[in-house]
Nanobody, 115 residues
Framework: QVRLVESGGGLVQPGGSLRLSCAAS????????MGWYRQAPGKQRDLVAS???????VYADSVKGRFTISRGNAKNTVYLQMNALAPEDTAVYYC?????????WGQGTQVTVSS
């Protein structure tokens, strides 16, 4: 059974940085894309960034130039480097991995940006 484990969330001051990590336990034979989503209280879950199997990246307009998504050397790992964080980035961040026959979600990690 595949399980995604996220880490790296926490409390950070405005302007600070965090790096989120997501690792899949269990075997995913083929990955089409990996991504990060976030959900703030009372809002829908939105795409933050994604990376395809060929390395094509997509970013939400609100994070372009501040966040960077990358794949790890270990199979089925993905990172999100977040710089210049602002209070509006506060949310629960979820990792997602898309395979040909299944989609997997992590349990979420809280990111709070506050002074």
């Amino acid at each position: 059974q595949v399980r995604l484990v996220e880490s790296g969330g926490g409390l950070v001051q405005p302007g600070g940085s965090l790096r989120l990590s997501c690792a899949a336990s269990g075997s995913i034979f083929s990955v089409l894309a990996m991504g990060w989503y976030r959900q703030a209280p009372g809002k829908q879950r939105d795409l933050v960034a994604s990376i395809s199997s060929t390395g094509i990246t997509v970013y939400a307009d609100s994070v372009k130039g501040r966040f960077t998504i990358s794949r790890g050397n270990a199979k089925n790992t993905v990172y999100l480097q977040m710089n210049a964080l602002a209070p509006e980035d506060t949310a629960v961040y979820y990792c997602k991995i898309v395979a040909p026959t299944a989609t997997y979600w992590g349990q979420g990690t809280q990111v709070t940006v506050s002074s």
